[in-house]
T-cell receptor, first 112, second 116 residues
Framework: DGGITQSPKYLFRKEGQNVTLSCEQN?????MYWYRQDPGQGLRLIYY???????QKGDIAEGYSVSREKKESFPLTVTSAQKNPTAFYLC???????????FGPGTRLLVL | GQQLNQSPQSMFIQEGEDVSMNCTSS?????WLWYKQDPGEGPVLLIA?????ELTSNGRLTAQFGITRKDSFLNISASIPSDVGIYFC????????????????FGKGTLLTVNP
């Protein structure tokens, strides 16, 4: 089946540790996005990539890093510099000729 | 930056009732999108609007792109229990400059509860 997968579904991290969230898509989409969602809030853009080996900061990039070495993969690292990392993280992708983004199932990160 | 005001924040309705929610923006968008999110899942696209004044339906859902390009509404008719979830509006502008294409600005969502 074609789609966007995020793993794991739930992730626990000790304070001060870096953690990497996975996002994979087999839709042959060029663009990929990472969002953060907090309770009662809309989605806020962390990073996005419109093409392999290129990515741009979104509205809340501080404390996060990404890479785009392959078209189908866009991992997000939550670093120890992110002061409030507990949130629901959503990955999305978009085809070159499409104007809409399609979302993965999300990863809930909990810092202990 | 652009901000979206989505209302109401939450709604409690009886099964069979119609529902209406809307979004307004401080600036114009050239695309409006409506998503639904079930608990613990990613948002799913419901309707996309690409032209000012456009009225689009998808089953029991109807959405309109406001003439001013600063607002949009979503109606759900004859609600059913599976309509429960959070509904998000999102605005998008297509820019010619590199790096800002297709960025979405989201409203804070409307939480819909349907009582059977």
């Amino acid at each position: 089946d074609g789609g966007i997968t995020q793993s794991p579904k739930y992730l626990f991290r000790k304070e001060g540790q870096n953690v990497t969230l996975s996002c994979e898509q087999n839709l042959n989409h060029d663009a990929m996005y990472w969002y953060r969602q907090d309770p009662g809030q809309g989605l806020r853009l962390i990073y996005y990539s419109q093409i392999v080996n290129d990515f741009q900061k979104g509205d809340i990039a501080e404390g996060y890093s990404v890479s785009r070495e392959k078209k189908e993969s866009f991992p997000l690292t939550v670093t120890s510099a992110q002061k409030n990392p507990t949130a629901f993280y959503l990955c999305a992708s978009r085809g070159r000729t499409e104007e809409t983004q399609y979302f993965g199932p999300g990863t809930r990160l909990l810092v202990l | 930056g652009q901000q979206l005001n989505q209302s109401p924040q939450s709604m409690f309705i009886q099964e069979g009732e119609d529902v209406s929610m809307n979004c307004t923006s401080s600036s114009i968008f050239n695309t409006w999108l409506w998503y639904k999110q079930d608990p613990g899942e990613g948002p799913v696209l419901l309707i996309a609007l690409y032209k000012a004044g456009e009225l689009t339906s998808n089953g029991r859902l109807t959405a309109q792109f406001g003439i001013t390009r600063k607002d949009s509404f979503l109606n759900i008719s004859a609600s059913i229990p599976s309509d429960v979830g959070i509904y998000f509006c999102a605005g998008q502008n297509l820019h010619n400059s590199g790096g800002s294409n297709y960025k979405l600005t989201f409203g804070k969502g409307t939480l819909l509860t349907v009582n059977p």
